[in-house]
């Protein structure tokens, strides 16, 4: 069955420092989308991300975060200067289309990359 | 604003059912999603309801009334793997935003 995979599964990082967490979509989906969810709380929308360019983005994701999709199969996360408050797991999800009303179209998670800042 | 309240911990038996509920504030609505967590796990997909009604899928099934901004996830004959946290998200209609609620936790006791 296909599935969304990310790397790394953790990773440790200073504060300040930038990192990139990767995800592969589902092959035959469109819609792409990172989500954040600090331990213990609710899963939050950052971004979504169709047609190489973002479609929406939360007020979460400002200007020190940014989305790519290098080739045809990666789609990345760059956080550029790290903070303590960005440690939490980053999921990415994809979809066949973008959801809602009649026709939905479910989104499937990957396993989320834990960060932990330091 | 955006707001999706979900009571935040529940605790059933084995072999019981549970309900639980799920109420939205949300600008604008375009569909209802149920996801469980377990731990440390990527949240995996239950169901979806848009319309008012009852969707039936084994031993879960939603339901959802737009007009109440309510919507409940039913979880029959209760397996001790049912204990993860449930979550439920709304997409906002005109952004497709998905917003999603804190979460219930359900313990499943034998």
């Known amino acids: 069955e296909p599935e969304v995979t990310q790397t790394p599964s953790h990773q440790v990082t200073q504060m300040g420092q930038e990192v990139i967490l990767r995800c592969v979509p589902i092959s035959n989906h469109l819609y792409f989308y990172w989500y954040r969810q600090i331990l213990g709380q609710k899963v939050e929308f950052l971004v979504s991300f169709y047609n190489n360019e973002i479609s929406e983005k939360s007020e979460i994701f400002d200007d020190q975060f940014s989305v790519e999709r290098p080739d045809g199969s990666n789609f990345t996360l760059k956080i550029r200067s790290t903070k303590l408050e960005d440690s939490a797991m980053y999921f990415c999800?994809?979809?066949?289309?973008?959801?809602?009303?009649?026709?939905?179209?479910?989104?499937?998670f990957g396993p989320g990359t834990r960060l932990t800042v330091l | 604003g955006q707001n999706i309240d979900q009571p935040t911990e529940m605790t059933a038996t084995e072999g019981a059912i549970v309900q639980i509920n799920c109420t939205y504030q949300t600008s604008g609505f375009n569909g209802l999603f149920w996801y469980q967590q377990h731990a440390g796990e990527a949240p995996t997909f239950l169901s979806y309801n848009v319309l008012d009604g009852l969707e039936e899928k084994g031993r879960f099934s939603s339901f959802l009334s737009r007009s109440k901004g309510y919507s409940y996830l039913l979880l029959k004959e209760l397996q001790m793997k049912d204990s993860a946290s449930y979550l439920c998200?709304?997409?906002?209609?005109?952004?497709?935003?998905?917003?999603f609620g804190t979460g219930t936790r359900l313990k499943v006791l034998a």
């Open positions: 998200a709304v997409i906002t209609s005109g952004t497709y935003k998905y917003i």
């Open positions: 999800a994809s979809s066949e289309a973008r959801g809602g009303g009649r026709s939905y179209n479910e989104q499937f």
